[in-house]
């Protein structure tokens, strides 16, 4: 499932089929197939307006972000803190022997904060190898270098360094942190991923309590502002896609109870 998913998301993805119909059209233009030669890149040209320039990626993505707010850290203390990895960029840290962080970093930074607030907390850190033509790198061990180097105990971090996706993230990390009932258990990840995240671990028999970062928008204020660079565009909207797609997935297949788990 894991290599399935990899190989159609490379085609599916919105960037790619601009890509994708850009050659096609181009390829055809000298053919009989004018036609559709012309329709691929008028396909092209509307997915590039439409999804780099005006808000759609914005209007996906705002009801993932704002579907699980932060849990209230009144009452009892927190016993586990569980940061999934994706905000490392696992081959670049193997290759440079480097800290290399991309758009999701808060992900750790903010575990950081949080095993500082509660320094009696276990702290999981959730990643393994996503490549499948490259050299295998391993998310949890780029991840490791940067939390221990902003002080984090070494001690105190659990590695789970087998996970290859957000399903297996949950499967394995419940198996590593063995929560016994009644703890209570944070979980750090970007908040447009936070609703998809949060069904897998149900599912899992692993409550946990959410406790988004990396927001990509600063709220419904955004709804109406377009992109200055269509690049930037279609990279929210291949995340923001990806997300909707991985939900609808992951409740067919019944790896998640709700299509949009909810709190």
């Known amino acids: 499932m894991f290599y399935i998913s990899k190989l159609a998301w490379l085609l599916i993805q919105p960037s ?11 390829l055809l233009l000298g053919t009989r197939f004018q036609r559709t030669a012309r329709g691929a890149l008028i396909g092209a040209a509307v997915l590039v307006v439409v999804g780099g320039i005006l808000p759609l990626s914005t209007w996906l993505i705002l009801p993932l972000e704002d579907r699980f707010p932060r849990a209230d850290l009144s009452g009892r203390p927190i016993d586990g803190i569980i940061i999934l990895g994706g905000g490392e960029e ?4 193997a290759g440079r022997h480097v800290h290399a962080l991309n758009m999701a970093a808060e992900r750790m930074t903010e575990g950081v904060a949080l095993a500082r607030r509660y320094p009696n907390a276990k702290v999981v850190f959730s990643g393994g190898s996503t490549n499948i033509v490259l050299g295998p790198a391993i ?8 939390l221990e180097d902003l002080g984090l105990d070494e001690g105190r971090l659990l590695l789970e ?8 993230n949950a499967l394995f990390t419940k198996e590593l942190a063995d929560p016994k009932p009644g703890e209570r258990w944070l979980l750090v990840t970007s908040a447009w991923h936070m609703p998809r995240s949060m ?10 309590e959410a406790w988004p ?6 709220g419904n204020d955004d709804a109406y502002v377009p992109f200055y660079s269509p690049s930037e565009g279609l990279r929210r909207l291949d995340t923001a896609v990806r997300e909707w797609v991985g939900l609808a997935v992951n409740w067919l297949t019944g790896q998640s109870d709700q299509l949009l788990p909810a709190p």
Do not use: W
Request: without cysteine; proline residues 2%.
């Open 16 to 26: 790619m089929l601009v890509v994708l119909l850009l050659i096609g059209g181009v």
């Open 90 to 93: 696992a081959r670049i840290a």
């Open 139 to 146: 998310g949890s061990d780029a991840g490791a270098m940067v």
């Open 161 to 168: 360094r087998r996970a290859r996706n957000t399903f297996e």
């Open 199 to 208: 069904g897998l671990f149900r599912k899992a028999g692993f409550p946990v």
């Open 213 to 218: 970062v990396d927001y990509r928008t600063v």
